[in-house]
């Protein structure tokens, strides 16, 4: 029995320096791997940066003569646009008296600005604009929600149109 208990006293014994032996080893590969990894990681870095500056050339400021552009004739502007002054000429036989500064679509009711003349119920209306041209005659004409017969210059009154119209729709009275 004795034989055995020395065994293993040996076996201890040398299991212990091994243990450390290795220990060191693998702290020594730890290191030569973790050595092989920052140069590989600098060899990298330097590729990149090495190509960078070979990618990038410096930019050398080029002077190019631009062609002239050709002149433009200038224009004068003409007299400004007043609102109630007609964009257009109108026929023979109307005359702009107003201007439409609102539109209610949901009563197909345009407000409109008399700026001269005189309109009456029973009259032949020409409203034109952009998109904008019909003619009607005048049916139905309110002022401050008053059922009137009868406008003049200066005055601001809702009329019950038959078509869509637009603000700055130009109002003529047909003769």
Same mark, same amino acid.
């Given at each position: 029995?004795?034989? !055995?208990? @020395?065994? +293993?006293? =040996?076996?201890?014994?040398?299991? /212990? $320096?091994?243990? %450390? #032996?290795a220990a060191k080893k693998s702290l020594k590969k730890k290191t030569a791997k973790k050595k092989a990894l920052k140069k590989t990681i600098q060899k990298k870095?330097?590729? !990149?940066? @090495?190509? +960078?500056? =070979?990618?990038?050339?410096?930019? /050398? $400021?080029?002077? %190019? #003569?631009?062609?002239?552009?050709?002149?433009?004739?200038?224009?004068?502007?003409?007299?400004?646009?007043?609102?109630?002054?007609?964009?257009?000429?109108?026929?023979?036989?109307?005359?702009?008296?107003?201007?439409?500064?609102?539109?209610?679509?949901?009563?197909?009711?345009?407000?409109?600005?008399?700026?001269?003349?005189?309109?009456?119920?029973?009259?032949?209306?020409?409203?034109?604009?952009?998109?904008?041209?019909?003619?009607?005659?005048?049916?139905?004409?309110?002022?401050?929600?008053?059922?009137?017969?009868?406008?003049?210059?200066?005055?601001?009154?809702?009329?019950?149109?038959?078509?869509?119209?637009?603000?700055?729709?130009?109002?003529?009275?047909?003769?």
């Amino acid at each position: 029995m004795p034989k !055995k208990a @020395k065994s +293993k006293a =040996k076996k201890s014994a040398s299991r /212990k $320096p091994a243990k %450390k #032996k290795a220990a060191k080893k693998s702290l020594k590969k730890k290191t030569a791997k973790k050595k092989a990894l920052k140069k590989t990681i600098q060899k990298k870095t330097t590729v !990149k940066k @090495k190509a +960078k500056k =070979k990618t990038i050339p410096k930019a /050398k $400021p080029v002077h %190019k #003569k631009r062609p002239l552009a050709p002149q433009q004739p200038i224009i004068e502007p003409g007299p400004p646009i007043v609102v109630g002054q007609p964009i257009e000429e109108p026929m023979e036989l109307e005359e702009a008296v107003g201007v439409v500064t609102h539109y209610y679509s949901h009563l197909s009711v345009a407000i409109i600005q008399l700026n001269k003349g005189a309109l009456k119920t029973g009259d032949s209306i020409h409203i034109k604009g952009i998109t904008t041209d019909f003619t009607q005659p005048v049916e139905s004409m309110e002022y401050e929600h008053q059922h009137i017969d009868q406008v003049t210059a200066g005055q601001s009154f809702g009329l019950k149109v038959k078509d869509h119209t637009r603000q700055h729709d130009i109002v003529y009275r047909v003769r």
